[in-house]
């Protein structure tokens, strides 16, 4: 067949293949070069190195000149960007920077140009006043990094101001925590001796600072002040209305506060020790003495954390002993051993201080009841003693604590064989017990919980009846009347009791036949109680703490008496069982949640 000159225009010339490449309807794809920028970077310092298509000279005060790229400058720093379009240096080639020492300079135009710097201790400070001005927020965070890794007693004062000085507020936080916590080391330096009057009252006026003893803020006081003494002896009366006088041993403010010369020659600060002795007066005659002022309330030293103080009774050792348990670490520790008569049943602290002791002395052997007992132990006393205190007016077993105003409440109990609706407070302005109203009903076994100013009698066991309750009572101490509230779901008889943001968790229990892993919750706003998620574990002695947000159950199992720890987290409304068990603690009694006095012993064991 012959193909005219047309056909001949459209047949495909060897080589040329564009007419058989075919394709499916596709998206577009992006490709990204992994190693563009690296080396991108890599050609701009070779230009800079060599000199090459530098635009702009950078002179410090030294006359050193620091060459670079406008561009590259601009791109990296909002200073150099402000700098080369808005101000009067934007049309210039040669522009002298003050106060900015040379290398530094140099050290951040490389950074720029190779996204690494390097931080030691000759040159941290400097950088810092650099990346502070220029605006480099990763060097400045690279500083704070490095400078909160070198914090020791003998420079965190010095870096302390440091982060001040350039608003490090992460830096200032742990440089604060850290003075507070090596308090002791850090007044031997020189850099405390160096300190504002007003920075020294800033530091010894902190609740927690960790001191063991208060003769360490005033000796501290005193070095400072002698250090020189012709001008800083002005500032004595304003730095001893920080120091807690009242704190410090007797016979140590007999000797050496009372006969300091500075103190006998200043009028304001023999008000002070007088104010102090005055304490120690009261304190021989009252020993349960709630602080009034902030000179005489104890200091919360290591940020007022909280460990868990628990009392129980080992069979094995045949002993009552104080426990303290680390909830962080998960740890425990024998403190001290007790009357291994005395059996208490109820823990219950007041001003943050007193702890109190309520129970009664058994025979360990023939568990015979006696005389009941109520002691108190100082947690800030260096003797760590109990000391007897006032007992109830009337006798009662199996009754319900609770603290309310820093005042005892005993709910309930029984006498003898006779279960009791009475209740009776403990006035610790007077040392002394009072009746106040009676509930409705008859309780032993109650729980007691303290919610919006309010006593709450939850549940219990009327030994008259022989019924277990699920009714619920609630005390107004400023009108001295109970009214009854909505019962619980559960009749429940020793529920532990526990309060977490406004909400009242009966925890537990038994009902006769055996022991609840239930638990209910109590809004007083919703007047309702409604079940929460179970425990793992029913406990024979389900002791309630609230911590840090969460519900700490202490208890042992009723088949192998072993400590165990449930703690359950409301905002997810699960349980958690702690890992180690403490197979040693004995069985449990009671407990409470207190700050860690700054004496207390810290050689833990799981």
Not at 139 to 153: H, V
Not at 348 to 353: E, G, K, R, T, V
Request: proline share 4%; net charge negative.
């Amino acid at each position: 067949m012959e193909m005219d000159e047309n056909d001949l225009q459209h047949l495909p010339c060897e080589g040329d293949q564009t007419s058989v490449l075919k394709f499916k309807r596709c998206e577009p794809k992006k490709f990204k070069n992994s190693s563009h920028t690296a080396e991108l970077f890599g050609v701009l310092q070779s230009l800079l190195i060599d000199e090459v298509f530098c635009d702009i000279k950078l002179e410090t005060d030294d006359g050193t000149v620091v060459l670079g790229h406008k561009v590259v400058l601009v791109s990296a720093s909002p200073y150099f960007r402000a700098m080369f379009t808005s101000f009067e240096e934007k049309n210039k080639d040669h522009i002298i920077i003050k106060e900015l020492n040379s290398t530094i300079l140099q050290l951040l135009v490389n950074y720029i140009y190779s996204g690494e710097i390097i931080v030691n201790e000759e040159n941290v400070k400097d950088m810092l006043a650099a990346a502070d001005l220029i605006q480099f927020d990763y060097i400045r965070a690279a500083c704070e990094e490095f400078l909160q890794t070198q914090l020791n007693p003998s420079n965190c004062l010095g870096i302390r101001a440091l982060a001040d000085l350039h608003n490090c507020t992460e830096l200032m936080s742990s440089s604060d925590a850290y003075i507070k916590k090596q308090f002791l080391e850090v007044v031997k330096y020189n850099e405390f001796l160096s300190l504002s009057p007003e920075e020294v009252i800033q530091l010894i006026s902190c609740s927690d600072l960790a001191v063991t003893f208060e003769e360490n803020v005033f000796e501290s006081v005193m070095n400072w002040v002698k250090h020189e003494l012709s001008c800083r002896k002005l500032f004595l009366p304003d730095l001893m209305e920080h120091v807690r006088l009242p704190l410090t041993s007797k016979p140590y403010l007999l000797d050496n506060v009372v006969e300091e010369p500075l103190l006998k020659n200043c009028h304001k600060c023999k008000d002070y020790v007088l104010e102090a002795i005055q304490f120690h007066l009261i304190k021989s005659q009252k020993i349960m003495t709630i602080p009034k002022t902030i000179r005489c309330k104890p200091r919360q030293s290591g940020g007022l954390q909280k460990v868990i103080l628990m009392l129980s009774y080992s069979p094995v050792m045949n002993k009552t002993f104080m426990s303290w348990y680390d909830p962080p670490n998960n740890l425990c520790h024998i403190a001290q051993e007790m009357n291994e008569d005395c059996h208490p049943t109820h823990l219950a602290l007041i001003a943050d201080q007193f702890v109190v002791a309520v129970g009664r002395i058994q025979n360990s052997s023939m568990f015979c009841r006696s005389d009941q007992f109520i002691q108190m132990l100082d947690l800030f006393s260096r003797k760590s003693s109990c000391v007897p205190m006032v007992t109830m007016l009337v006798d009662r077993d199996r009754l319900g604590v609770g603290v309310l105003n820093n005042s005892i409440y005993a709910v309930g109990g029984e006498n003898g064989s006779i279960c009791l609706n009475s209740v009776e407070v403990f006035d610790v302005n007077f040392e002394e017990w009072r009746m106040v109203s009676c509930m409705a009903n008859k309780r032993c076994d109650v729980g007691v919980g303290i919610l919006n100013n309010l006593l709450y009698a939850v549940g219990g066991f009327d030994n008259s009846t022989r019924e277990h309750l699920n009714s619920v009572e609630c005390y107004d101490p400023s009108l001295d009347t109970w009214k009854l509230v909505a019962p619980m779901s559960k009749c429940r008889s020793h529920p532990g009791i526990g309060i977490l943001d406004g909400v009242m968790y009966a925890v537990g229990g038994t009902h006769g036949s055996g022991y609840f892993k239930s638990v209910e919750a109590y809004r007083p706003s919703d007047g309702v109680w409604t079940p929460v998620a179970d425990m793992f574990f029913d406990n024979h002695s389900s002791i309630v703490v609230s911590l840090d947000g969460l519900l700490y159950v202490v208890g042992n199992t009723p088949s192998t008496n072993m400590l165990i720890i449930q703690i359950y987290d409301p905002n997810t409304n699960t349980w958690k069982l702690m890992d180690t068990c403490i197979n040693d603690a004995g069985f449990i009694y009671a407990a409470v949640a207190i700050n860690r006095p700054p004496h207390v012993n810290t050689d833990y064991r799981k």
